[in-house]
């Protein structure tokens, strides 16, 4: 369900708009991007990073649609109609949109076209992450996502704004230990004098001294 969705979004990078064509091609999710800060639902911050690759399966499994706005009423094109194809790159996710002939599909070919929808936006949930402390700074590194939608949209900004905050409980700390380097000692030679054998008579001497001092 969409209220289970985190939404992320970039501006539009080499999008192309073909109105001839009816079609719409850009990339929709940005591999190794650093997010800006987001939160928690308690108010943590972090930020974000989504590792290449990580689309892959939900890509081949899941029947993916394109909206705007994220709004299920303006559907724009899904995967089992052909209507949005989907290329899993080195650098990211892109995508081509055949826009209907509606009234709705006219509306975003020109907004589009004209500059007023700036961006490129995706929904996913069940993400696979490592996440760990860097300095005083929280990393959320994502491996796997489970890709359920891209939109279209006006406001394309990776932050909070608009997004379902994961849990405080989801979001487990990772410390990256510091390893402190061991100073090794000097090592200081030991000068060992020689053991000088005493003489047998000298020793008998000292211990009847000894012996009669003590009594």
């Known amino acids: 369900m969409k209220s289970n969705l985190e939404y992320r ?21 940005v591999y190794n991007s650093m997010s800006n800060t987001l ?8 930020r974000e990073i989504i590792k290449p690759g990580a689309l892959k399966e ?15 009423a303006y559907l724009l094109g899904r995967k089992s109609a052909g209507t949005l194809k989907m290329e899993d790159r080195a650098d990211g996710l892109y995508v081509k949109i055949d826009i209907p002939e509606t009234s709705y599909g006219d509306d975003t070919l020109i907004s589009a076209a004209r500059g007023d929808l700036t961006g490129m936006s995706f929904g996913f949930n069940n993400a696979v992450s490592k996440n760990t402390k860097k300095g005083s700074e929280m990393i959320r590194e994502i491996s796997s996502l489970n890709l359920r939608e891209v939109s279209i949209v006006a406001s394309p900004a990776y932050n909070e704004a608009g997004i379902t905050a994961i849990r405080n409980e989801d979001f487990v700390e990772e410390v990256i230990p510091v390893v402190e380097e061991k100073r090794e000692e000097p090592i200081v030679e030991q000068k060992v004098e020689p053991v000088v054998e005493q003489k047998r008579d000298e020793y008998d001497l000292k211990f009847k001294f000894l012996t009669l001092t003590h009594k």
């Open 9 to 29: 979004g970039y501006g539009m990078e080499e999008v192309k708009v073909d109105k001839q064509a009816r079609t719409i091609e850009a990339r929709a999710v």
């Open 58 to 72: 939900s890509m081949e499994r899941n029947d993916v649609l394109a909206f705007k706005e994220h709004n299920p």
């Open 39 to 46: 939160r928690t639902s308690n108010g943590a911050e972090f």
